[in-house]
């Protein structure tokens, strides 16, 4: 098959001239990356998301933008390349990073002496320590026994270890940063609009793509030079809305579950072996703990990932072992997200190649057709790049890339968390955590909070989020429900599960968006009933107990709404696909 | 006749209070809080509606300040009307105001949203249906700018301090007529501040809903033990480990190893959230564990009739798989007079027998006919 491009076609079949240069299928992380990407090089770009920015594997990771110390022993080139694009990260959203010390203990196994692994650990790291400047790394130390138990004396008695760096982030923050960007300079960015078909002309090209807005079922054409498929493990199911094969954009997604305790348990991330030899962690991230992680062929519906009771025994067994005092922890959720890992026969999940593709689909008879396989959340940007280094040339012009140069919303200068104190009244950790997610945007949120002191109020104690913060995601960052807020918020994903706040959230998106209080009502109770599905796989019988009474209460003070039917049901976009 | 009653919640209180009116002595034993104290007045539930309130019963509802009228509507705190059975008295009753102008008191509080409150009781069915206008009022009651952000309890204790009262008849008094007040759950938690106030002002003044861990459950609280302690209840601050019943008497263990005799028990130490009775068992695979209950001496906890046994893992229950409504309905087998199945005089009442989800209403007519049946005890 030919790969050289063929003229692009300017109209489409009616003769009219095409809306816009790309259109973007996705609002993961690469997709908002690209969209990002494309729009700074001058492009016009449109992007569709099914449900919302960050709902699939990129709100669902691990959360980290790792250097990839795994590839350093067989190819230190991507290692590289993962340091460099973690400090260009770093460069563009430092309010979104937070530094992850690693800690990596030592025991004694069968056959192997605990000295030889340590001193293999600390030539390893002693090599990654030459890339940790990239990324504003420290190197690592090596540790003697009494030093591991001084830095987490919850561990059982090691043979020493070693600490590493990494860093982490809040990858739903890291999608809206990007997808806002675009939107200030002119994208236009569709979220809950599903993509019903991929136009193609009738020399197979693809010109646009029809969709239907899922909340109002209002259904439109958009038509594009270029359209990217960028939907992570949804690709296949994508590329075949185009006609193609599912085949042709091959994936062999891995599930992956990570479970989340209420509070910070221990200083460093505890890197452990699970039972099968695999590598898990327990790590403190934001202002919690999180166990994972799995990797599973998954056959089930992308739309609705959870995790199941079995994945999260597998965590804690293997997480106890090293850390006893973890079975008292108090679970209070899962997240259940599916990498969009490279097609491979014959080899177990952990094996499977984390490297990404872009697939010109010209060699599937689609020219202007591209597909985005694999890839991992700390390569978005590069990932990104290529697609739109891939997308100038087929076009044949836009600027040089500057994603990596020019600051995302709120990245571009630092914000004191203390002049929030001051200035808007805050309480300290209510104005740290505001900075983190939104740095020097946060100071629009106190704004409101200064025109209105009512919007000052804490709505979720938990995280905390005020009332000004809501109505600012509601207003400028595509939030339409109580779900979407939580994602951009972490609102309702402490420890009451949403049980103190959901409700006054759905109010207040319902009088933000126009839609009645008994509206609100109800998205707060889906948002409930997902988060209580979530947390059921992971919370023991004593707490189910504790839990159905607070749930009885809620349905007490929610009344008929908390009847209503649930998610599936109510959307109305039926037998989508 | 010698009644041992464990838990002090609904259910403890109904049991104590009916074998007291039958002539035994009883004593209560109780540890932790439970969901009486956490979630009173939220969870009033369905279960006295229609149902001819025996003197007991108005005796018990007056004693814990508790309105049984089966014809109640309230307000709550997340906006919805609704009927009401069995709820604390503080709540506003809506029922003998449609058609009328409510005051929605509107207080700077972190936790109160007065406006969308408004908006949302005025859209409800019954306001609309009724017309019934709910009339948003800004009072200035805050003594300090830190209490915006004090919890709802010691909100309401600021309430309660000497000149307070007096203070607050005349804020009302000085505002432009209303029908009634509807406050936020502030009012008083020993004092019983919605009836003094109603006094005053002449027109109901009252409350919404109280959140888990609110007023509701501290007034409970201070009204049980002013009750056990008016019916001359011996009470034991002490959490229980083990049942041992026989034919001549049963005992009950307590930690640190006193052990308590008397001829009958009641066990209303609510589900397993109390604190008295757990569930063993947890997701470590350290320790194989099914269900298995926290106090020894006790025939098997059924769910619907069905035995729960320990399951094929080791691992315990996979709640993911098998459902948490399960758990709501987890309690122990008793006969039709309450009696515990395998354990002679054993009775239960309130959420350990779980017959349906939890609800105050249930806890009290359960509790009231198993202190009767023990106190009535024959062998």
Not at chain 1, 266 to 287: C, E, H, S
Not at chain 1, 463 to 481: K, M, N, W
Not at chain 2, 286 to 305: D, H, S
Request: proline residues 6%; glycine residues 12%.
């Amino acid at each position: 098959m030919p790969r050289s491009a063929s003229p692009l076609l300017e109209r489409d079949p009616r003769g009219l001239e095409l809306e816009r240069d790309v259109i973007v299928i996705g609002g993961g992380v690469n997709g908002v990356g690209v969209l990002r990407d494309a729009t700074l090089r001058g492009f016009t770009v449109s992007l569709f998301e099914r449900n919302d920015l960050a709902f699939g594997a990129s709100g669902n990771s691990s959360g980290m933008i790792h250097g990839g110390p795994r590839y350093l022993s067989y190819d230190p080139d991507v290692t590289y390349s993962s340091c460099l694009d973690s400090g260009h990260i770093q460069r563009v959203a430092p309010h979104l990073l937070f530094r992850i010390p690693f800690l990596m203990p030592v025991f004694e196994a069968a056959g192997v002496k605990a000295s030889a692994t340590l001193a293999a650990y600390d030539g390893f790291f002693t090599l990654y320590d030459k890339y940790q400047p990239l990324k504003a790394g420290k190197p690592h130390a090596r540790l003697s026994k009494s030093d591991v138990q001084t830095l987490e004396p919850g561990l059982v008695p090691s043979q020493g270890g070693v600490s590493f760096d990494e860093w982490g982030i809040d990858g739903a923050r890291l999608c809206v940063a990007n997808a806002r960007d675009a939107l200030e300079r002119g994208a236009e960015v569709r979220v809950h609009t599903t993509v019903l078909e991929v136009l193609r002309r009738e020399d197979g090209s693809a010109y646009g793509v029809r969709y239907r807005d899922r909340k109002t079922g209002e259904v439109g054409v958009r038509t594009a030079r270029l359209v990217v498929n960028a939907t992570g493990a949804w690709a296949p199911l994508t590329a075949s809305l185009g006609g193609l094969k599912p085949e042709a954009a091959r994936l062999r997604p891995g599930k992956g579950i990570h479970v989340f305790l209420d509070r910070r348990v221990t200083n460093y991330a505890i890197a452990t072996k699970a039972i099968d030899g695999r590598q898990v962690f327990l790590m403190p991230w934001q202002n919690m703990s999180v166990l994972g992680t799995t990797d599973d062929d998954y056959y089930g519906d992308l739309d609705d990932v959870l995790a199941t009771g079995d994945e999260v025994r597998y965590l804690f067994q293997a997480v106890e072992r090293v850390f006893p005092s973890i079975r008292e922890a108090r679970a209070i959720g899962t997240w259940g997200g599916v990498r969009p890992t490279l097609w491979g026969w014959g080899m177990n999940e952990d094996r499977l190649s984390r490297e990404h593709e872009i697939l010109d689909h010209t060699q599937d008879g689609a020219p202007g057709l591209y597909s985005m396989v694999g890839g991992k959340l700390a390569s978005y940007r590069l990932f990104s790049e290529e697609m739109t280094d891939v997308i100038a040339q087929r076009l044949g012009r836009g600027g040089p890339c500057q994603s990596h140069t020019l600051a995302l919303p709120g990245g571009d200068e630092a914000v004191d968390p203390m002049q929030l104190v001051i200035a808007g009244g805050m309480e300290a950790v209510t104005a740290t955590r505001l900075e983190y997610r939104h740095g020097s945007r946060s100071l629009r949120i106190l704004e409101r909070m200064q025109r209105d002191p009512r919007e000052a109020a804490v709505a979720c104690v938990c995280e905390p989020v005020t009332v000004a913060e809501i109505r600012y995601v509601v207003d400028q960052e595509l939030a339409t429900s109580v779900e979407d807020v939580s994602r951009r918020t972490r609102l309702g994903l402490g420890a009451c599960g949403g049980m103190r706040c959901a409700a006054r959230c759905g109010r207040i998106v319902a009088d933000a968006t126009g839609q009645s209080p008994a509206q609100g009502l109800a998205m707060a109770m889906r948002f409930l009933r997902k988060s209580a599905r979530r947390r059921s796989a992971a919370i023991g019988p004593a707490q189910a107990r504790s839990e159905a009474l607070a749930l009885a209460s809620l349905r007490a003070e929610l009344g008929a709404v908390a009847d209503a039917p649930d998610e599936a049901s109510s959307d109305p976009s039926g037998d989508d696909t | 006749m010698k009644v041992l009653v464990l838990g002090a919640g609904f259910a403890g209180v109904a049991a104590a209070l009916a074998a007291r009116r039958a002539g035994a002595s009883v004593s209560v034993v109780h540890a932790a809080a439970g969901a009486s104290s956490l979630y009173a007045g939220s969870v009033d539930g369905p279960a006295l509606s229609g149902l001819e309130p025996s003197a007991l019963l108005k005796e018990l509802a007056v004693g814990l300040g508790l309105r049984l009228s089966p014809h109640a509507v309230v307000a709550t705190r997340e906006g919805v009307i609704r009927s009401s059975h069995g709820a604390d008295a503080a709540l506003l009753d809506l029922a003998p105001l449609t058609g009328k102008r409510i005051a929605l008191v509107d207080v700077p509080r972190d936790d109160w949203d007065a406006p969308l409150l408004a908006r949302s009781f005025a859209d409800s069915d019954w306001a609309r249906s009724t017309g019934t206008r709910f009339q948003l009022t800004p009072l200035d009651l805050l003594e300090k700018s830190s209490q915006r952000r004090v919890s709802p309890f010691d909100f309401a204790s600021s309430f309660e301090r000497a000149e307070r009262p007096a203070w607050l008849v005349q804020v009302l008094k000085h505002q432009p007529a209303a029908d009634a007040w509807l406050f936020g759950p502030w009012l008083g938690v020993k004092r019983d501040l919605p009836t003094e106030l109603s006094a005053a002002v002449g027109v109901p003044v009252g409350e919404v809903t109280s959140p888990p861990g609110g007023v509701t459950g501290a007034r409970f609280e201070a009204r049980r033990d002013a009750l056990l302690a008016a019916l001359e209840v011996d009470v034991v601050v002490a959490r229980a480990t083990g049942v041992r019943s026989g034919p001549a008497n049963v005992t009950l263990a307590l930690e640190g190893g006193r052990e308590l005799t008397a001829d009958a028990l009641v066990l209303a130490a609510g589900g397993f959230v109390s604190g008295a009775v757990r569930l063993a068992g947890a997701l470590s695979g350290a320790e194989p564990a099914g269900f298995e209950l926290g106090l020894t001496g006790l025939p098997p906890v059924q769910t619907r009739g069905e035995p729960v046994r320990p399951v094929s893992s080791l691992f315990g229950v996979d709640l993911s798989a098998r459902g948490r409504q399960l758990l709501e309905h987890v309690g122990l087998p008793v006969s039709a007079r309450g009696e515990v199945l395998g354990a002679t005089r054993v009775f239960a009442a309130g959420d350990l027998l779980a017959p349906e989800p939890p609800c105050v209403g249930h806890a009290l007519v359960s509790g009231l006919a198993a202190g009767a049946a023990a106190a009535n005890f024959s062998g």
